[in-house]
């Protein structure tokens, strides 16, 4: 047997303070993008162990998903090897002709410190039955002029498929964005929040388009028969935009799940602190505290008050002797976190 299928890749076996440091120290220019794809892997784990060997060579950085439905990567490339990068990935069978997304701004600090490819039972984690209905049936896609029509037209209803933090800081003018935490969450209420727009032309959009891919899907089994959704996300619609001298119908920021926590399409700040919940801002932060971690927002003077904590209490806890904090984090994580979601600000 062939010496490569048998052996693992080494595990990264660096603290997470010694990643972050290593990716900082790393001042190549990256270039950061995602892009994702369903299609029948046969072999996850070897596909996976393809993917390793290569984008480490390249000095690739991201969160990449594979599994027997497809692949969802978002990462960062050196742009030294970036056309290595791209020759190679439009080489493998099962990527071949697949669109990126490209950032619309790279941040100041690097977007991942780490390159972790893992095998899931899907790409995205939607809660869904996939034998329960035919997930080929996917909408229409529409492109950023005719979204631009869609928000413009009364007889249409724009639905954020993202979750409540995604929408909070930006979403398209009179857009339902429901205050959900998980996409799961969403696919179980959105049938029932659209129902009385049943006759509507719906259009559906999210970050990169991957989940919309499902929803609309989804929906159209739920019974919703004009169902499209934006091609290539927030992320295309800005690319768009600008390049064909489009208005831009989006307001404020696009969350991302990377370090960058987001990235400016619209100029206006549609959001409020919640620490003070008086200043406007849609800077996202992470306590501290790393017990809580809890994502807020945050105005300048609040986070530089609190010191980066979200509360009074976090900032106590995390003066706690290490040896104490491993109880209070086990306390923690099985009582109060799930009681904790991301709140949104009423304004
Ligand atoms: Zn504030
Ligand atoms: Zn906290």
Redesign the pocket.
């Known amino acids: 047997m062939a010496q490569s299928s048998t052996t693992t890749p080494l595990r990264d076996l660096r603290s997470r303070v010694q990643k972050r440091a290593d990716a900082a120290a790393d001042t190549r220019p990256r270039v950061t993008l995602s892009f994702y794809r369903y299609v029948q892997i046969s072999d996850p784990e070897s596909f996976k162990t393809r993917l390793l060997d290569k984008w480490q060579a390249f000095g690739c950085l991201g969160r990449i998903y594979v599994a027997q439905e497809g692949i969802n990567a978002q990462m960062s490339v050196p742009t030294e090897y970036w056309p290595e990068f791209d020759a190679w990935v439009q080489h493998q069978p099962e990527l071949t002709g697949i669109p990126y997304k490209m950032a619309v701004e790279e941040g100041e600090l690097p977007s991942f410190f780490k390159l972790m490819i893992k095998v899931k039972d899907k790409i995205v984690a939607d809660g869904l039955d996939d034998s329960s209905f035919d997930v080929t049936d996917t909408g229409e896609y529409l492109t950023a002029a005719e979204m631009n029509e869609y928000v413009n037209n009364p007889d249409a209803l724009i639905v954020d498929m993202r979750n409540n933090y995604e929408s909070e800081v930006g979403h398209f003018e009179n857009a339902l964005t429901p205050n959900v935490v998980t996409f799961r969450d969403e696919l179980k209420k959105t049938p029932e929040l659209l129902r009385v727009h049943k006759n509507k032309k719906i259009a559906l959009y999210c970050t990169g388009g991957i989940r919309c891919e499902k929803a609309s899907a989804w929906l159209k089994h739920k019974g919703f028969s004009d169902v499209r959704h934006l091609q290539g996300g927030i992320i295309d619609y800005a690319h768009q935009v600008k390049e064909q001298g489009l208005e831009n119908k989006f307001q404020g920021k696009n969350f991302v799940f990377d370090e960058r926590l987001g990235e400016r399409i619209g100029e206006d700040i549609i959001s409020t602190c919640h620490l003070c919940k008086t200043e406007k801002s849609d800077t996202h932060y992470h306590?501290?505290?790393q017990?809580?971690?809890?994502l807020?927002i945050g105005c300048e003077r609040c986070v530089e008050k609190k010191n980066g904590?979200?509360?009074f209490?976090?900032r106590q806890?995390d003066k706690l002797p290490a040896k104490t904090k491993k109880t209070v984090a086990r306390h923690y994580n099985l009582r109060i976190r799930k009681r904790k979601p991301f709140q949104k600000t009423r304004v």
Do not use: A, L, R
């Not at 017990?291 to 809890?294: A, E, G, L, P, R």
């Open positions: 306590c501290k505290n017990i809580c971690h809890t807020f904590y979200c509360s209490v976090c806890v």
